[in-house]
Structure formats: structure tokens, C-alpha cells
């Protein structure tokens, strides 16, 4: 169904924006990017590759014999390589993954902006969002939120699929009853959802 031939009330939403909020924002941000492999793994596979280049060079420049080279690279692929690979799967387990980035930069915007702390007022429209607080007023059409994600706390309006577009989270604590299905209509006549 075309966006054009939609029709629908305004949804309004009325929150104060918390850090929980905007961790949500990130992190549904991230869940909604797909990314190749090998990025998840670049450090281990930068790690691995460096000592490959160490030993062939090593044994190219005639420092060390080119059995002692490949013993060592035996040795670094049978030790080194489960043990690189076993610490970067425990430092993402205690650091849970990427959340903890998120934190910072949740609580440097928190802190560099205390207008986001005050009640905001969010109407939602045909013709895009237009939010405003005791901070000022603005108006941003669809166009520049193509694409969207539900999680179990909020909307999260997205700018780009890429890393560091512009995120727009609307907590569903902020809407009435009645507001949840034409919110989620408005949205899929004008964004794409990412899962």
C-alpha cells in the first residue's frame, strides 16, 4: 500500500527520554545491521595473520631454518590460534559484547545534553515527526527515518542501515491505550522494518 494513499490520525507519545531509552535505541541499531563475519572476528583474524607473517618472513630472510618455521607456525596454529580465539570469545561474554560501548556513549550524550532529560512531546503523522520540548521544537519528514525497528520498550527510527546514521527512539511507555496499532501502521505505511 503506497505511503501516498494513507491515511491516519495523528499519534501523539509523551516521555521524558531515559538512558535505558536510548541504550535500547543502540543496541536495536545494531541487532538490525547485518555484517559479514569476518568483521565479528577482525581482531582474531588480524592476530592470526600477523603471526603467519612473522614466521614466513622469518624464514624468507633466512633467520631462523625453514623447519623451525614451520614448527612454529604448527605450534601457532595448534596453540595460539584456540587460545586468541577462546579469549576474544571470553572478553565478549564479559563484556557483552558491544552494550558496554553503548553505555558510554549513552551517558556522554546524557550528560553533554540535558534538554533530552526533559518531557518531550512526540506527534506522529503522515507527513513525518515533529518533536517538541521546553528545549524547542522540531519537524523531520519520512524521508529522513526510511527504516524502523519494534523492540519490547520502544520504536526506534533508523536513518541509514549503515553504522552511525542517525537513530530516533519513541518509547512505547509514551503512548496511550489506543496509540500502539496506529503507530505501528504509520510506521509500516512509511519506513521499512528491519527484524
Avoid at 20 to 32: E, S, V
Avoid at 53 to 61: E, I, M
Avoid at 126 to 155: C, K, N
Avoid at 157 to 184: F, I, M, N, Y
Wanted: aromatic share 6%; net charge positive.
Amino acid at each position: 500500500m503506497p505511503s501516498e494513499n494513507v491515511t491516519t490520525d495523528p499519534v501523539q507519545l509523551h516521555y521524558t527520554l531515559t538512558s535505558d531509552d536510548l541504550l535500547d535505541g543502540f543496541a536495536a541499531h545494531n541487532r538490525g545491521i547485518p555484517r559479514p563475519w569476518y568483521l565479528r572476528w577482525l581482531s582474531t583474524l588480524l592476530t592470526v595473520g600477523l603471526l603467519a607473517v612473522v614466521f614466513v618472513s622469518s624464514a624468507l630472510s633466512g633467520n631462523v631454518a625453514a623447519g623451525t618455521a614451520v614448527i612454529g607456525g604448527v605450534v601457532v596454529l595448534v596453540v595460539v590460534v584456540p587460545v586468541v580465539v577462546g579469549f576474544s570469545l571470553l572478553l565478549r561474554r564479559l563484556f557483552g559484547g558491544s552494550s558496554w560501548i553503548y553505555r558510554l556513549q549513552v551517558r556522554q550524550i546524557m550528560r553533554g545534553n540535558p534538554a533530552l532529560s526533559q518531557p518531550m512531546e512526540a506527534t506522529v503523522t503522515d507527513t513525518g515527526v515533529h518533536l517538541s520540548s521546553a528545549a524547542g521544537q522540531s519537524t523531520t519528514s519520512w524521508a529522513a527515518y526510511p527504516l524502523h525497528v519494534e523492540t519490547d520498550r520502544s520504536f526506534v527510527l533508523l536513518a541509514s542501515e549503515r553504522r552511525g546514521g542517525a537513530v530516533l527512539v519513541l518509547p512505547k511507555r509514551g503512548l496511550d491505550a489506543t496509540g500502539l496499532a496506529p503507530l505501528r501502521s504509520l510506521l509500516a505505511a512509511h519506513s521499512r522494518r528491519l527484524s
